[in-house]
């Protein structure tokens, strides 16, 4: 018997969703069948936003969109009460929505180090916060996004990898805080097929080429997918993933567990 994972009836927001992994986990959650309610910065009439939604209109599971940067405590707590008003309910929480800021510690400037902290460690906490009544009356999930510099320091990436590492520590911490009535799980993906990430290699004389170099240090031979992360979120999300609480899991193709990076 396959082993399959049904999310009907559940009620999933997910931050982050215009592109990249954020756009990834929405389809994956919608392909199970999951209500999917995505937010990002831009409005909704924009045309990234506009583009989201059709994109998810070929999954048989209902779709919406709202605007809401996560940077903005007001606009944190006007999202909730909006989902508040309009469902009245929240079952999962993907804490995804962050930024690369690889400025290095001593080049950091103030203003650097603090959009930092507030888009890829403050927020994950307010939202999670704001959200914490409605996940209670259902058994909750929140799965936040870190990321593979949490464990594997690479000179220039601070602060990104600071707040990235601390965002373990969130996870442990609402997961005693908060458990059992709400389970907390983090994903800390390695090199990600995405856009940006595709952007980043077209910075090369030969793109094609850095492209491969970094295929190789991998043991799997490959670049991840938004998808698998996306399947990592379904899975967490589900039933067979019941006791896991307050650990964030490692998924980057074993790169950073034989420390290659150079």
């Known amino acids: 018997m396959a082993l399959t994972i049904d999310l009907k009836g559940k009620i999933a927001l997910v931050t982050g969703v215009t592109s990249g992994i954020g756009l990834g986990i929405a389809k994956m959650m919608a392909k199970a069948g999951c209500t999917v309610i995505g937010c990002a910065e831009q409005s909704e009439t924009s045309d990234v936003a506009q583009r989201f939604l059709a994109e998810m209109e070929s999954y048989d599971a209902h779709t919406d969109y709202f605007k809401a940067d996560m940077a903005v405590a007001e606009e944190i707590e006007n999202l909730v009460a909006d989902i508040t008003s309009d469902y009245g309910r929240l079952d999962i929480l993907v804490s995804n929505a962050g930024q690369n800021v690889f400025t290095g510690l001593a080049n950091s400037s103030e203003k650097d180090w603090q959009f930092n902290l507030d888009l890829n460690l403050t927020a994950h906490w307010r939202l999670a916060k704001s959200c914490k009544p409605l996940l209670a009356e259902n058994i909750g999930v929140i799965i936040i996004m870190a990321s ?42 390695g090199f990600i097929d995405t856009p940006g990430n595709q952007q980043w290699f077209n910075g090369f004389e030969n793109p094609e080429e850095e492209r491969q170099r970094t295929v190789n240090l991998h043991p799997v031979k490959k670049i991840g997918t938004v998808e698998e ?17 307050g650990v964030t899991y490692l998924v980057d193709g074993g790169r950073s567990a034989l420390m290659q990076d150079s």
């Open 148 to 189: 593979n510099h949490a464990y594997a320091s690479i000179p220039g990436c601070a602060p990104y990898s600071v707040a990235k590492t601390a965002l373990t520590g969130l996870v442990r911490s609402l997961a005693i805080e908060w458990g059992p009535g709400i389970r907390t799980v983090g994903i800390a993906p």
């Open 229 to 245: 992360i996306g399947g990592w979120c379904v899975f967490l999300a589900s039933e067979y993933a019941a006791f896991a609480s």
